[in-house]
């Protein structure tokens, strides 16, 4: 009984295939634009993969040849539907297939359709935009008439040579030039807090530990999307004037918007100028006030002031001369540090790394930029927010030919 049901449906599926193969289909010569193949080379790979779906007999070139010597248009001018029905009755076949491959920008786009010769009208069509690899245009034909005849694909393949129609950073976007003033303030952290309250006469600043910011910030965009910018940014700030001090920094970032609503965040390393000295914090008031501040001159003074009697310390005496002592000789927990902050000390180049984060609201053309911001360094650092306002002054293309 199972060899009888497998018998009538092994012939009832042969039956159904040659009913299939019995369709007959001829291949009008496609338009190229763009391609470095011309339509013989274009209309055999037509043929060929028409021939792998196997559910035609396809027409060949010499199948056509009587017809087309009748008329030349047949082979070079024959896209319309009218010059398709021509060609159907002329071969008397069922179908006609023709259509366009064009290479337009950086896609290939692939646009068939298929004419029922006897009903003369439209029966199939079927368009796909591929990315530009005209090696693979085998591939992508293939691809167009096995969804025009709803037959499964690749889809790993389709998804490897269609067109992603996202916005491509290197070439569609333009660059933007946004630069404009920038006004803060900050919040002294840290070492630098202490420096800012120590009294002048120890080095310090004397100032309330909340600086000012006035700068101007060069930004440029070097790469970008609908959804997404990466931005270079130049700040050039200078600090504290309202306090009488003026203290410059420059800071180089790389930043990140996201969205429509211009979320951004950024960072990169920063630099300023500041003055140190060779000290130390007499923090258990062996020679001072607690917390009393010495530099190198100051603890200069201060032994030459107190340790100068031989009857008193003449362990500092040798040969009758005196040899100064050092903090550390009389307090073993004390030693002279290069790090420490002192408005009396020689400059030097002062590093620092710097994130911010934040948003730029928009109005038009004026972008309203409003961001909160640390600056890390040894022994403390900066924090507060910064707002400022620039217009977008130029697009240009970052690719130009």
């Known amino acids: 009984m199972k060899s009888i049901i497998t018998l009538i449906a092994v012939i009832l599926a ?25 339509s013989k080379v274009a209309t055999k790979l037509l043929r060929y993969e028409l021939i792998k779906l196997d559910k035609y007999s396809v027409y060949d070139e010499y199948d056509m040849k009587e017809a087309v010597a009748k008329d ?55 368009m796909f935009e591929f990315a530009d690899q005209e090696n693979e245009l085998q591939r992508m034909i293939a691809i167009v008439l096995r969804k025009m005849h709803d037959i499964e694909t690749d889809a790993v393949l389709a998804d490897r040579l269609k067109f992603n129609n996202d916005p491509v950073a290197s070439k569609s976007v333009g660059k933007m030039n946004n630069s404009g003033p920038r006004v803060g303030v900050g919040m002294m952290t840290g070492d630098y807090r202490e420096f800012a309250t120590r009294s002048m006469n120890q080095g310090g600043l004397d100032i309330v530990p909340t600086l000012s910011m006035i700068g101007y910030q060069f930004e440029a965009q070097y790469v970008g999307t609908e959804n997404f910018s990466g931005l270079f940014e130049f700040l050039v700030n200078i600090n504290g004037l ?131 911001f640390y600056t890390s360094r040894r022994g403390g650092g900066l924090a507060g927010i910064n707002v400022g306002f620039n217009v977008t002054k130029s697009k240009t293309k970052l690719y130009r030919q």
């Open 72 to 126: 030349p248009s047949l082979q070079s001018e024959c896209l319309s539907t009218n010059c398709l029905i021509k060609m159907g009755e002329e071969l008397t076949v069922d179908y006609t297939i023709s259509g366009s491959i064009d290479k337009i920008g950086d896609m290939i786009v692939i646009n068939l359709k298929m004419i029922d010769v006897k009903s003369k009208k439209l029966h199939k069509t079927e």
């Open 14 to 38: 042969t039956t159904f295939s040659s009913q299939a193969q019995s369709q007959t289909i001829a291949v009008g010569y496609p338009a190229i634009t763009g391609l470095n193949v011309d």
């Open 242 to 372: 309202e306090q009488g001090q003026f203290i410059p920094s420059v800071t180089l970032l790389n930043g990140f918007r996201f969205g429509k609503a211009g979320w951004e965040f950024a960072f990169g390393p920063g630099f300023s100028l500041e003055r140190r000295t060779n000290g130390f914090f007499d923090s258990k008031g062996s020679f001072a006030n607690p917390g009393t501040y010495f530099s190198n001159d100051d603890w200069n003074e201060y032994a030459d002031r107190n340790f100068q009697n031989p009857t008193d310390y003449p362990e500092f005496y040798t040969s009758g001369s005196y040899i100064r002592p050092t903090v550390t000789d009389l307090d073993a927990d004390y030693n002279m540090d290069t790090r420490f902050l002192d408005s009396r000390g020689s400059t030097h180049l002062s590093t620092m790394f710097v994130f911010a984060f934040g948003r730029t609201f928009r109005a038009g053309a004026l972008n309203i930029p409003v961001n909160l």
